[in-house]
């Protein structure tokens, strides 16, 4: 399967621990981008990273979330110490690194995080 | 302060008909604009795209126009098909800027 691929598709938290998502790029890609859905909402921007480098981090929460894209292995979202309003659907999506013009961004099938 | 908006949470639409998917946006350094769509449990997927230079892109049964003065596009799916019941969402982006603003998604359901 050459998608992006996320793991775990479910991930279930109580409140106070740590919760880490997974995100391998499509073949060839390496940007990295991470979106996050609530409930009967949009997809809203929350993180762009190159390998080893955080682009842009202006959706990101200031506390408790992370994430790196290190050299070697997948893209992780880190969410500390989470909430019940952390509880909502992540989803990363990837992109080439020779953007010649427009080109989408493509799409996970997404981690749905779950605080109890 | 939402930057693209899509005001229609719903549409059902009759097999064979045309599907009109409406969409807004507010930012005028918008110059990217993408259709995904999405079914349940899965990732968005893309359908098309238009450049703010062009009005109208074609692709096969999709086709998504665009009218920059009055920051509006549409999509528009002929005939419908079943297959096409799912979530669709309007995003928009700036070529300086990498990331995508979504709107809230209109679900469409095609009726037999």
């Known amino acids: 399967n050459a998608g992006v691929m996320q793991n775990p598709r479910h991930l279930v938290r109580r409140r106070g621990q740590e919760a880490r998502l997974r995100c391998s790029p499509m073949k060839g890609h390496s940007h990295v981008y991470w979106y996050r859905q609530l409930p009967e909402e949009g997809l809203k921007f929350m993180v762009y990273?190159?390998?080893?480098?955080?682009?842009?981090e202006s959706g990101m929460p200031k506390e408790r979330f992370s994430a790196e894209f290190p050299k070697e292995g997948p893209s992780i979202l880190r969410i500390q110490q989470v909430v019940r309003g952390d509880s909502a659907a992540y989803f990363c999506a990837s992109s080439p690194p020779n953007r010649s013009g427009n080109q989408p961004q493509h799409f996970g099938d997404g981690t749905r995080l779950s605080i109890l | 302060d939402q930057q693209v908006k899509q005001n229609s949470p719903s549409l059902s639409v009759q097999e064979g008909r045309i599907s009109i998917l409406n969409c807004d946006y507010t930012n005028s350094m918008f110059d990217y604009f993408l259709w995904y769509k999405k079914y349940p449990a899965e990732g968005p997927t893309f359908l098309i795209s238009i450049s703010s230079i062009k009005d109208k892109n074609e692709d096969g049964r999709f086709t998504v126009f665009l009218n920059k003065s009055a920051k509006h596009l549409s999509l528009h799916i002929v005939p419908s098909q079943p297959g096409d019941s799912a979530v669709y969402f309007c995003?928009?982006?700036?070529?300086?800027?990498?990331?995508?603003?979504f709107g809230k998604g209109t679900r469409l359901h095609i009726l037999p």
């Open positions: 995003a928009a982006s700036e070529v300086r800027d990498d990331k995508i603003i």
């Open positions: 990273l190159q390998k080893e480098n955080i682009i842009d």
